[in-house]
């Protein structure tokens, strides 16, 4: 489902990831971006921030797999597409990539690319207020290739309470009530149990 009016053009994605690629070998001066590559198990993530922010970025998307695995009782993650991760340090860097809405950017501090054959998270990585809208996209992304096909009001709800996932060193925590979800409960009409178990998805 878009989330913006427009998204990162493919070529400026490949000339990032080209950046990843090839500035680390060469020597930057102190002011140019130094990209370095840190990988996971499952994840890689290509930061211009420093080291321990960019191991921070892929052991939140490590414990996002694992909280979808524990939710949903599966063992076994299934992935079909390869995630990329691309995490900028600061406001500058990331407002040069983020996707315009009404010629605006983007309020958030993150945004999904999904791809044929790979599919990429763009953050903000001097912000931590992005993880809703990851976590929320990721869990669309899980639920296509680890849950059966269900009613769209599953998945979305299923997304939404994923993207209230908390995490820490210590602790983690999920079902917050925003005041969102709040106020559209006490606002919508509700759907008959027919028509809930009988809805389509609808084009926006």
């Known amino acids: 489902m878009p989330r913006t009016d ?18 680390p070998s ?3 001066r102190s002011d ?7 990988t996971s198990s499952h994840f890689s993530v290509a930061t211009d921030a420093d080291e321990k922010r960019g191991h921070e970025v892929v052991v939140r998307f ?19 597409e390869p995630v990329d991760i691309i ?6 860097e990331y407002a040069k990539v983020a996707p315009t809405r009404q010629g605006q950017l983007i309020a958030d501090a993150s945004f999904f690319i999904p791809g044929d ?10 912000k931590d207020d992005g993880w809703r809208v990851i976590s929320y996209d990721f869990a669309h992304v899980l639920l296509n290739h680890n849950y059966p096909q269900t009613q ?25 009530d925003p005041e969102q979800f709040t106020a559209l409960l006490n606002t919508q009409p509700w759907l008959a149990i027919p028509d809930l178990f009988t809805a389509h998805p609808t084009c926006s």
């Not at 427009?6 to 500035?23: D, H, M, W």
């Not at 995490?87 to 500058?92: E, F, G, S, V, W």
Request: aromatic share 12%; hydrophobic share 50%; proline share 3%.
């Open 6 to 23: 427009s998204s990162l053009p493919r070529l400026l994605l490949g000339l990032l990831l080209c950046a990843v690629t090839f500035l």
């Open 26 to 28: 060469a020597r930057a």
């Open 32 to 38: 140019e971006p130094h990209w370095i590559r840190i």
């Open 62 to 80: 490590e414990q996002m797999r694992s909280a979808f695995g524990l939710l949903l009782m599966r063992n076994r993650i299934n992935l079909a």
């Open 87 to 92: 995490a900028l340090r600061n406001d500058d």
């Open 117 to 126: 054959d790979r599919n990429y998270f763009v953050l903000n990585a001097s």
């Open 152 to 176: 769209p009001w599953f998945d979305e709800g299923f997304a939404a309470y994923f993207s209230s996932l908390r995490l820490d060193d210590k602790l983690g925590q999920i079902g917050e």
